[in-house]
T-cell receptor, first 111, second 116 residues
Framework: SQQGEEDPQALSIQEGENATMNCSYK?????LQWYRQNSGRGLVHLILIRSNEREKHSGRLRVTLDTSKKSSSLLITASRAADTASYFC???????????FGKGTTLSVSS | DGGITQSPKYLFRKEGQNVTLSCEQN?????MYWYRQDPGQGLRLIYYSQIVNDFQKGDIAEGYSVSREKKESFPLTVTSAQKNPTAFYLC???????????????FGAGSRLTVL
């Protein structure tokens, strides 16, 4: 089934640095979403970018979408220890009735 | 407060037993979903339902069953036919359609099932 794949699998940075994680997907999409998961908790929606958008911002988050390359990136600027979490991209299934998630990028921000 | 409640948070099961995980939402969402999460595997879709009394299989439905008798509730039964049920189970809900295009999910806190 259609699935996003995040890269890298794990990322370790210092507080104040920027964190960039990438997502590649296989087929055409209507939109792509990013979610965050703190250890042992449920996922929280961060941002949605539509297929006709190239960039979107929300606070310290910046998401880009390149439909020609079937890829998206999530940039977290000025990272904080509280940003430590796993980040997932998600796209719709073929019917557009459910989300399919990638395996995620685990971000560790040390102070 | 609106949200999704999953229970129990932790559940232990002996091999051969069926167990049911509860998922209740008060967000007035039409659609509900069950995902399974294993370490390093991300989330995999088990079942989903867009309307009461109707549901569809996801990618890994074998060994699981669901019901959707009420809009607010979408329980998941892990049957003895599921060969490797130890995992973290996540329930989610969403509106159907809407201005954002599709399926922004609200998740519960999860239920961790361990088979002894």
């Amino acid at each position: 089934s259609q699935q996003g794949e995040e890269d890298p699998q794990a990322l370790s940075i210092q507080e104040g640095e920027n964190a960039t994680m990438n997502c590649s997907y296989k087929t055409s999409i209507n939109n792509l979403q990013w979610y965050r998961q703190n250890s042992g908790r449920g996922l929280v929606h961060l941002i949605l970018i539509r297929s006709n958008e190239r960039e979107k911002h929300s606070g310290r988050l910046r998401v880009t979408l390149d439909t020609s390359k079937k890829s998206s990136s999530l940039l977290i600027t000025a990272s904080r220890a509280a940003d430590t979490a796993s980040y997932f991209c998600a796209t719709g299934n073929q019917a557009g009735t459910a989300l399919i998630f990638g395996k995620g990028t685990t971000l560790s921000v040390s102070s | 407060d609106g949200g999704i409640t999953q229970s129990p948070k932790y559940l232990f099961r002996k091999e051969g037993q069926n167990v049911t995980l509860s998922c209740e939402q008060n967000l007035n969402h039409d659609a509900m979903y069950w995902y399974r999460q294993d370490p390093g595997q991300g989330l995999r879709l088990i079942y989903y339902s867009q309307i009461v009394n109707d549901f569809q299989k996801g990618d890994i439905a074998e060994g699981y069953s669901v019901s959707r008798e009420k809009k607010e509730s979408f329980p998941l039964t892990v049957t003895s036919a599921q060969k490797n049920p130890t995992a973290f189970y996540l329930c989610a809900s969403s509106i159907v359609g809407g201005s954002m295009g599709a399926n922004v999910l609200t998740f519960g806190a999860g239920s961790r099932l361990t088979v002894l």
